[in-house]
T-cell receptor, first 114, second 114 residues
Framework: AQSVAQPEDQVNVAEGNPLTVKCTYS??????LFWYVQYPNRGLQFLLK??????LVKGSYGFEAEFNKSQTSFHLKKPSALVSDSALYFC????????????FGDGTTLTVKP | NAGVTQTPKFQVLKTGQSMTLQCAQD?????MSWYRQDPGMGLRLIHY???????DQGEVPNGYNVSRSTTEDFPLRLLSAAPSQTSVYFC?????????????FGPGTRLTVT
């Protein structure tokens, strides 16, 4: 079975400071990892993904994520947070024998204060 | 492209009533999924499909049925609504051919069962 853990329900940062939203995963075989963002009363939007290759992947809106195989982690980062980054962030994994099935974490609410 | 569309946007049901949530996509995606989103519980997979005529259960399938007669459509049926099914429902689709394709989400259906 595959699973995703987002250990922080809430992350608060000041505008201009770096941010990190944590994610760890468990899956058999090679992991395929994704970050999605949900703004209030909206659907989810894709941010970035790790498939293979460079452990640091870059995505939309200046976000990046670092894949660490030994720690089974895929933390989302941004060097300088904006108030408009405030949203709900989800980490997701695909793996194993069933490519059609994704598993999501419980989500982390990011609040960026001016 | 309209992407992933869902109807209705809002619905109120009485306990015991049945209804169908509609989902359609115009991107020719083989993979489609239904999720429910509840506060603090992230996104939980209800049912998914890897192509027309092929469906499978996710984490929380009880009380829901699906069918996939065409590539474009993936309706979710509530057989006998219960208050525990009050939630926001999201439909998603993605390309097939491997694990590395991100999902595209619809705007969601907010369902209240009284």
């Amino acid at each position: 079975a595959q699973s995703v853990a987002q250990p922080e329900d809430q992350v608060n940062v000041a505008e201009g400071n770096p941010l990190t939203v944590k994610c760890t995963y468990s899956v058999s075989g090679n992991p395929y990892l994704f970050w999605y963002v949900q703004y209030p009363n909206r659907g989810l939007q894709f941010l970035l993904k790790y498939i293979t290759g460079d452990n640091l992947v870059k995505g939309s809106y200046g976000f990046e994520a670092e894949f660490n195989k030994s720690q089974t982690s895929f933390h989302l980062k941004k060097p300088s947070a904006l108030v408009s980054d405030s949203a709900l962030y989800f980490c997701a994994v695909r793996g194993g024998t069933n490519a059609g099935k994704s598993t999501f974490g419980d989500g982390t609410t990011l609040t960026v204060k001016p | 492209n309209a992407g992933v569309t869902q109807t209705p946007k809002f619905q109120v049901l009485k306990t015991g009533q049945s209804m169908t949530l509609q989902c359609a996509q115009d991107m020719n995606h083989e993979y489609m999924s239904w999720y429910r989103q509840d506060p603090g519980m992230g996104l939980r997979l209800i049912h998914y499909s890897v192509g027309a005529g092929i469906t499978d259960q996710g984490e929380v399938p009880n009380g829901y049925n699906v069918s996939r007669s065409t590539t474009e459509d993936f309706p979710l049926r509530l057989l006998s609504a219960a208050p525990s099914q009050t939630s926001v429902y999201f439909c998603a689709s993605s390309r097939s051919g491997g694990h590395g394709y991100e999902q595209y989400f619809g705007p969601g259906t907010r369902l209240t069962v009284t």
